[in-house]
């Protein structure tokens, strides 16, 4: 493919390094088989059945920037950061790290990189092991990866990690039980910077949390990311926090990537009418008295998609082409992507 | 006994009049008290938001409300008012007819508080013959007129289906018309959108709106989504470790925030469109219930603080339209605008701090946490 510009070394400090991006994706799918048993196939003539995740998905994260993926419940940003992260292997597809796709690298080959890549989860509790102390959690990239060789090194390094999120390097012989919510998510913060990544896939990390610790988690990522470079992708159903972090935001449904675009653009520009939809349901904290668009029905089912364009059953601009025609992605005066017809055929 | 956060004697016309509602825990290591002297008066057909972090006492407030309170946990104090009827105090059968046919409740989690074992229209119908005297057919009749009410499509053979087959959103449509089946006075709605899309959650906040202007019934709406009090509520009254601490108009509670938490709560919420760096933040996190600071329990995380807030528990007092209880407010004109009055304090601290500038003022903004501790 055509990678010849993150060929280089991106780890080169350099005015170019920021324009490289340090994960491509293109044409991603990935599809799980939720086919009945054979025997249910062969005795009740049952067909296979696919659930299509990820269904032919495009982006680019550059170096330092945040890309926020949204989406309702099902449409496939969970299986997509996943997949970045190489933690599910693609159906079809690259997934390009620094320009080494990372689909078909095996476990031995992955290795390097995977110190590079880290993750933070909703729910931090369920991502702990909860008979460990939390500085045998933190230290275990550390251990994994063989990063530092002596204990005392280990210690001081979680020590170091610890009073970065905001916690006291004492809170190392506690048990993750002792902590609430925040402080949780924090320690996972911890975690995922012990490998001293590059990128770190955050899957709804403040969505358990209440508003003023989503904050407290929020800032602290965002200094984070300023005092290490970290690039970040950062998936979130709330579309006001992915808006406040992300730099671009694409934007998800069935399992197809509707719409991209730089965050500002998108707020005050939305194309694609689902994009439109999620931004007015949105409820107004400012109390304009605005009428919201009553907004119809639910995501269908991606094991049985609607033909065409996966939005029209929920369209108010959908024609007899959008039910019959996917509609191809074209690329928006704001520096975005669209795929619809309607915005194609200046509609809407 | 005497908080006077309610005015006037018991039979003032208020739905439900909670008046200094204490809730306790036994446990081995004393008592906890979760809810400390909580007021709260409800009009028929008004909608008042209860917010605040996990923790803060909203949906135990419900719970005693509705009689649901489990053991070990026990009303210590204050009396709560049904419709002219003391009813803290009732026998659990009185209350069982009471709960269902007069009050309500929808939960957060709409599988849990569904028999998945009943077909969804079995147990409306059940609801609806538990406290009317339809028959069954009548019964059937109800509830699917229920259901096509809130929008659930083709309720005709719906009604025979499980819960399982239906879809998140779609479920707490089937709990809403099983609390609203027999036209409750009361609903108490705990957490009932977090659970859902923000698309879904807007058209459950919708139904919810029309189908008590509909039915003239009041709602008492526990959440912590501060987007969706904004949307729906009349009042709202703000919980802090197990106190309230302002009670007013909806308008003002979200634009001219009269107490420090309150304000807090507003700013860390991330609004569309703004492009700050940081959102404001409220260091620290809310006391356990074993470690309720003296005083008001804000203190140790307010930035406008002071000796006699570390002292003295604060008492509500007139603010706008609504009550606070904060010493900020204490002998202030009620009418002073709350933006002012912030700006003016925090202007004599800074001028209080250069005074006596021994060493590096410590931070005061609500800002900055997290990098050093």
């Given amino acids: ?348 | 006994m005497n908080n006077n956060k309610t005015d006037g004697g018991t039979d003032s016309g208020a739905l439900l009049d909670v008046k200094d509602l204490r809730i306790e825990f036994p446990t081995r290591r004393g008592i906890l008290t979760a809810i400390d002297g909580v007021s709260l008066r409800l009009n028929s057909g008004e909608i008042l938001g209860v917010v605040g972090e996990s923790g803060a006492g909203k949906s135990l407030t419900g719970t005693a409300i509705t009689g649901l309170l489990e053991r070990p946990g026990r009303i210590a104090g204050g009396e709560i008012h049904f419709n002219g009827q003391r009813i803290d105090n009732l026998p659990a059968e009185a209350m069982r007819k009471l709960r269902g046919k007069q009050i309500g409740s929808i939960f957060q989690d709409p599988l849990t508080s569904l028999n998945p074992l009943y077909s969804v229209g079995r147990q409306l119908i059940e609801t609806i013959r538990t406290h009317t005297d339809l028959t069954p057919r009548q019964a059937r009749a109800r509830a699917i007129e229920m259901l096509t009410q809130v929008g659930i499509p083709a309720p005709e053979q719906r009604i025979d289906q499980y819960p399982h087959q239906f879809s998140g959103g779609m479920r707490q449509r089937v709990v809403i018309a099983l609390a609203l089946c027999v036209n409750p006075k009361l609903v108490i709605a705990d957490e009932p959108t977090t659970a859902l899309d923000v698309s879904v959650q807007a058209q459950i906040i919708e139904l919810l709106k029309q189908l008590c202007r509909e039915h003239g019934s009041a709602v008492m709406l526990v959440t912590h989504d501060m987007g969706v009090i904004a949307e729906t509520c009349d009042r709202v009254a703000v919980m802090y470790a197990g106190r309230l601490v302002e009670v007013g108009p909806v308008q003002e509670v979200v634009k001219q925030a009269r107490h420090p938490y309150t304000r807090g709560l507003m700013g860390s919420i991330p609004k569309l469109g703004d492009e700050v760096e940081h959102l404001v933040q409220i260091d620290g996190a809310m006391p356990r219930l074993s470690h309720i600071p003296k005083g008001c329990a804000f203190n140790p995380r307010c930035p406008y603080a002071t000796a006699r807030c570390r002292e003295e528990k604060p008492e509500f007092a007139q603010a706008g339209q609504g009550e606070v209880a904060c010493w900020l407010w204490d002998g202030v004109n009620p009418a002073t605008d709350p933006d002012t009055l912030f700006a003016e304090v925090s202007q004599a601290q800074r001028a209080k701090k250069q005074m006596n500038a021994v060493r590096p003022a410590p931070k005061t903004s609500v800002q900055n946490c997290g990098q050093e501790v």
């Fill in chain 1, 1 to 348: 493919m055509m990678n010849a510009i993150v060929a280089q070394d991106s780890m080169v400090a350099g005015a170019e390094e920021t324009a490289a991006p340090i994960l491509r994706v293109r044409g991603l799918k990935r599809h799980f088989d939720v086919s009945p048993p054979w025997l249910n196939r062969v005795l009740e003539r049952r067909p296979r059945q696919f659930l299509r995740a990820v269904d032919g998905i495009d982006f680019e994260i550059r170096k330092g920037e945040t890309f926020g993926l949204v989406g309702e419940s099902g449409c496939g940003k969970s299986t997509a950061a996943r997949l970045a992260v190489g933690l599910y292997a693609p159906s079809s597809g690259s997934i390009e790290f620094e320009g080494v796709d990372i689909g078909p690298l095996s476990r031995k080959q992955m290795a390097p990189l995977r110190s590079r890549m880290q993750m933070i989860f909703q729910d931090p509790y369920a991502s702990f092991n909860p008979r460990w102390r939390v500085s045998k959690i933190i230290a275990e990239p550390i251990r994994v990866f063989g990063l530092l060789k002596t204990a005392a090194e280990v210690d001081a390094r979680v020590a170091e990690l610890l009073t970065q999120v905001g916690l006291m390097p004492a809170d190392g012989d506690k048990y993750p039980h002792e902590f609430s919510g925040g402080q949780r998510q924090r320690i996972s913060i911890a975690r995922a910077l012990a490998s001293n990544p590059d990128f770190i896939v955050c899957d709804e990390p403040t969505s358990a949390l209440d508003v003023s610790v989503q904050a407290q988690i929020l800032n602290l990522m965002r200094d984070l990311q300023r005092q290490y470079r970290l690039t970040f992708l950062f998936i979130s159903h709330d579309l006001a926090v992915v808006f406040h972090i992300s730099d671009r935001v694409g934007v998800m449904y069935l399992g197809a990537m509707v719409e991209q675009a730089p965050a500002a653009e998108l707020l005050r520009n939305p194309r694609h009418p689902y994009t439109r939809m999620l931004l007015d349901a949105i409820p107004d904290l400012d109390m304009s008295g605005r009428a919201r668009t009553p907004v119809s029905g639910e995501v269908p089912s991606p094991i049985s998609p609607p033909s065409g364009c996966t939005f029209h059953p929920r369209c108010p601009h959908a024609n007899a082409r959008c039910s019959v025609q996917r509609p191809a992605t074209i690329v928006t005066d704001g520096g975005g992507q669209v795929a619809c017809h309607a915005v194609e055929e200046g509609r809407i």
